[in-house]
């Protein structure tokens, strides 16, 4: 067997060979497809919308006073109310709510997300004047319009 002696100029070129063949399989890579897929569920509800009514006081049998709405809305999305519906409660027991009349009202309007005092609308509150009834029980009390909105 003949022994192989190898030069320092074959010694280099072999040498330069293999670093560039390893240097090209540093830049190898596989080529691949994918596929996937995310989910998350929606909120429950679109949140609510906080309603507050505002007349003045001073309100006597026959009189009437213009009551304002407003809407604050603390959620993340908008919110449009429909409808308001109006309910009144008074501070005195022998001061009926009947005697008290108040519609309903339709505003449509969008309340934007973290937007306060926005206008919803308005409605007249009467206090009905009973010509067979004494309302003194109503001197001094406190009427409360509560609302509900869709």
Request: hydrophobic share 40%.
């Amino acid at each position: 067997m003949r022994s192989m002696k190898l030069n320092k100029k074959t010694t280099a070129v072999l040498a330069a060979g293999i670093l560039v063949a390893s240097a090209g399989g540093a830049y190898a890579y596989w080529t691949t497809t994918g596929s996937g897929d995310g989910a998350a569920t929606n909120a429950s509800s679109n949140g609510t919308v906080d309603l507050h009514a505002a007349f003045d006081d001073g309100l006597t049998p026959g009189a009437h006073e213009t009551v304002t709405y407003t809407a604050d809305n603390r959620g993340s999305s908008n919110l449009f109310v429909t409808a308001i519906t109006p309910t009144i409660t008074t501070s005195k027991a022998a001061c009926l709510p009947a005697w008290f009349t108040i519609a309903p009202t339709t505003p449509r309007t969008t309340v934007g997300a973290g937007l306060s005092g926005v206008s919803v609308g308005t409605s007249v509150l009467y206090f009905v004047d009973s010509t067979t009834v004494n309302q003194d029980a109503c001197q001094s009390a406190i009427v409360t319009v509560t609302l509900a909105s869709s």
